[in-house]
């Protein structure tokens, strides 16, 4: 069974410009969350979609946004970039949002914000 | 304000020797715990958890120990293996914060030949 899919594998973009991400799940698995990682910082957790509907959201502006398709891809965007977006962003699958579903990650987007 | 901690950023230790990783974590709510590992270009993977209703999981060379008063738990690597060295992250969930982990900030750990 193939794994979580992320693409692309890097990104560079400057500021202010915009940028769109893209998962694709474990076959099977109908929730995908999101969590950027940056040094120091572990994961920080963004959003959780689950049958298309974003069932929980953290603490990051009104500039990073997701959705989830009908066949469980997710797409996460984040519009007006700034410096401090320079992460790596992680997405992982799992079956349910149950609270201790184990998650299955890819292996991240690596985006640089010059 | 970082509900899981892991204060330790590195750890180095010599092979063959015992691994042990900490991770605190300040809400009582939480009742599963789980330790990813990281090796670089690639994304977590899962490597042991732990209920709450439990205080020791034991996974081959690895056991994870629970703490609930102390609100503790470790990670122990027995024997270490060069092959562990990645980053290791702890990661909690309970009613409070359903639907997501939180997770700490990681450490890394170099297990020297």
């Known amino acids: 069974k193939a794994g979580v899919t992320q693409t692309p594998r890097y990104l560079i973009k400057t500021r202010g410009q915009q940028v769109t991400l893209s998962c694709s799940p474990i076959s099977g698995h109908r929730s995908v969350s999101w969590y950027q990682q940056t040094p120091g910082q572990g994961l920080q957790f963004l959003f959780e979609?689950?049958?298309?509907?974003?069932?929980n959201k953290g603490n990051f502006p009104g500039r990073f946004s997701g959705r989830q398709f009908s066949n469980s891809r997710s797409e996460m965007n984040v519009s007006t970039l700034e410096l401090g977006d320079s992460a790596l962003y992680l997405c992982?699958?799992?079956?349910?949002?149950?609270?201790?579903?184990?998650?299955?990650f890819g292996s991240g987007t690596q985006l640089s914000v010059l | 304000d970082q509900q899981v901690k892991q204060n330790s950023p590195s750890l180095s230790v010599q092979e063959g020797r015992i691994s042990i990783l900490n991770c605190d974590y300040t809400n009582s709510m939480f009742d599963y715990f789980l330790w990813y590992k990281k090796y670089p270009a690639e994304g977590p993977t899962f490597l042991i958890s732990?209920?709450?209703?439990?205080d020791k999981n034991e996974d081959g060379r690895f056991t994870v120990f629970l703490n609930k008063s102390a609100k503790h738990l470790s990670l122990h690597i027995v024997p270490s293996q060069p092959g562990d060295s990645a980053v290791y992250f702890c990661?909690?969930?309970?009613?409070?914060?359903?639907?997501?982990?939180?997770f700490g900030s990681g450490t890394r750990l170099l297990v020297r030949p």
């Open positions: 732990i209920s709450s209703i439990k």
């Open positions: 979609y689950f049958s298309e509907t974003q069932r």
């Open positions: 990661a909690a969930n309970g009613w409070d914060s359903s639907y997501k982990l939180i």
């Open positions: 992982a699958s799992s079956t349910t949002p149950v609270p201790n579903e184990k998650l299955f």
